[in-house]
């Protein structure tokens, strides 16, 4: 069963997760004729024009749909992944079968650095959430073309940061001892990487189920 198509919980200002989008937008108002490839990324708002040019030629395009695995927990990293459009979880695969989601990320962000950076398998399993258009970089090409880059290398520690920030969120919510106040808080986290300011508060529009949430 899901839950309606939308989420509204009123205004809490007291955290605040930063959002790919925020960067990107400054970025595409400076370089309207590369706005595609700056879409996909922070990381790629940072390369000089000629760079983002030799950039676009090793990427490859793949379509996802909804429900279907993109990366497997424990296969080996060759690629690093740009959402285009859409949303994917990363889940952890439980003993009995059910999934622990660990993170949602959506467009303009990424995934599958970690196995580049450290040269490990995947260390959880990535799956559409939607219909999703995903970039790949093949591990070569972004060691050759992005870990070269200072500026690059500075996006990717912000990013890291980030996701360590979120994961200790997300403790602290698992945390908390009655169910219903961990669905509150849980859907304040959500709304607070996903959600829509309106004036009634912010409004959610992913469609989780009960389990998912």
Known sequence: ??????YIYRKDT????????EYIASRKK????????IQFSPIFACLSDDELREFKKVII???????????????????MYFIRSGKVKVVKMLAEGKEHILAIHGK???????????????????????DSNISLIKKDDFRCHLLKNEKVMQEIILMLCSRL?????????LNINKA?????????????QYGIKEQRGTMITLKLTHKEI
């Open 1 to 6: 069963m899901e839950f309606g198509t939308s």
């Open 14 to 21: 007291s955290q605040k997760v930063s959002t790919a989008g």
């Open 30 to 37: 400076k370089r309207p004729h590369l706005n595609k490839l």
């Open 61 to 79: 395009e793949k379509h996802f749909r909804r429900n279907e695995t993109i990366l497997f927990e424990d296969d080996t990293s060759k690629f």
């Open 108 to 130: 303009g962000e990424s995934f599958g650095e970690m196995g580049i950076l450290d040269g490990r398998t995947a260390p959880a399993t990535v799956i559409a959430l939607e």
């Open 165 to 173: 920030r979120e994961a200790w969120l997300r403790l602290e919510v």
């Open 180 to 192: 219903e106040f961990r669905i509150r808080e849980s859907l304040k986290l959500i709304g607070l």
